[in-house]
């Protein structure tokens, strides 16, 4: 009988286990997928300030060169 209850308690203990598990995994996936999210706003505004800058640079080298000297 006490064994019948500690393979009870085991098998209770495990699936509880396993529950906890699954849920971190969702946690870790989500939390992954939100990084990247956020990766990839980083990225888009990097971009965009490196394009800006490309843009400024080449407006003042075509208008130096425009310039007589």
């Given at each position: 009988?006490?064994?019948t209850?500690?393979?009870?308690d085991?098998?209770?203990?495990?699936?509880?286990?396993?529950?906890?598990?699954?849920e971190?995994r969702?946690a870790?996936?989500?939390?992954?997928?939100?990084?990247?999210?956020?990766?990839?706003?980083?990225?888009r505004?990097r971009r965009?300030?490196?394009?800006?800058?490309?843009q400024?640079?080449l407006?003042e080298?075509?208008?130096?060169r425009?310039?007589?000297?």
């Open positions: 009988m006490k064994n209850e500690a393979t009870t085991m098998r209770i203990a495990i699936g509880e286990v396993s529950s906890a598990l699954f971190l969702d870790l996936m989500e939390l992954s997928l939100s990084l990247k999210d956020w990766q990839f706003e980083t990225d505004d965009k300030n490196a394009e800006e800058t490309v400024k640079l407006v080298i075509t208008s130096s425009d310039k007589p000297q």
